[in-house]
Every structure is written in structure tokens, then in C-alpha cells.
């Protein structure tokens, strides 16, 4: 192995240890094998937001019954945000749309393990971007006349 090659594989070994400590376990592995990323077509519901640190979220919701059957998120943000949107889109499936109001940034981090300190709001943005998706699916229903009564 030449030193360039021992140099990548050193640094990419320090990267990998530096990020199971600020993530833990459960979320270093997430961040490396993400789930449920990517846009959807035809969501029944969909919201963007964008956090004050500037990293934008979008979630997409799939209804079946009142309940969601399948949900996912893109961001352009940072392997907090990546966690946040994959872990709060886990945690939509299979909620119907009064349960999916009890989602919170506490629920998310709980979901996810830890986070730095300084990327808490990550969780604050997943909890506002899925409740506005929320919030879009219900202002459809009414304009279609199909709101539960």
C-alpha cells in the first residue's frame, strides 16, 4: 500500500470514528446506509421548509385509510438533517393523521440516539417540515370535501 493510499485510509477511519461518537451507533450506521431519501411523485402530502442555519428539508407523505404507507424526505443539509428527515420519515409510516401531530423534535432525537449539541435544530426542522406536510394533506382534504368528520 503506497502512503497516499494508507493516508485515505487513515483519514477516512478518523472521519468514521469522529462521526459514531457525535451520531452514536444507530446513527452513524443510518448515516451510512441512508433510508427513505429521496423525492416522491404524487405525494399526498408535501411541505419545504427551510431552517434558520440555511439547510432545507422537504418530506412527502403517502396516504392509504387515513394512515401514512410511505414517506420520505431530501435535504441539502448536513448529516444531521440527512438523519433528521430519514428518522422522522420512519416514524410517519404508518401513523394516521392525528397520530403524525404527536411527532416532535424529542421524538426524532429519541429515534435517532444523539446528535452534537449544535445540531439539535435539525430535529426542530424535520418536526416542522413533516407537521406543515401534515398541515398541506389536510388543507387537500377539505378543499376536496373529504375531511373525517
Avoid at 36 to 51: I, K, L, Q, S
Avoid at 93 to 100: F, N, V
Avoid at 137 to 147: A, F, H, I, N, R
Wanted: aromatic share 8%; proline share 2%.
Amino acid at each position: 500500500m503506497d502512503r497516499l493510499d494508507k493516508f485515505l485510509d487513515e483519514l477516512q477511519n478518523k472521519i468514521f470514528e469522529e462521526a459514531r461518537q457525535a451520531l452514536g451507533e444507530k446513527g452513524f450506521e443510518r448515516w451510512r446506509n441512508p433510508k427513505w431519501n429521496g423525492r416522491m411523485e404524487h405525494p399526498d402530502g408535501f411541505a419545504r421548509v427551510t431552517g434558520e442555519c440555511g439547510d432545507t428539508m422537504e418530506i412527502y407523505l403517502k396516504f392509504e385509510n387515513d394512515r401514512v404507507s410511505n414517506a420520505s424526505y431530501f435535504t441539502d443539509g448536513c448529516a444531521s438533517s440527512m438523519l433528521s428527515g430519514s428518522f422522522t420519515a420512519e416514524l410517519a409510516i404508518g401513523k394516521t393523521s392525528d397520530e403524525l401531530t404527536g411527532v416532535t423534535a424529542d421524538m426524532i432525537l429519541n429515534a435517532i440516539g444523539r446528535l452534537p449539541e449544535e445540531d439539535m435544530h435539525c430535529t426542530t426542522l424535520a418536526e416542522r417540515t413533516v407537521q406543515e406536510a401534515l398541515s398541506q394533506y389536510m388543507s387537500t382534504l377539505v378543499k376536496k370535501g373529504k375531511q373525517k368528520t
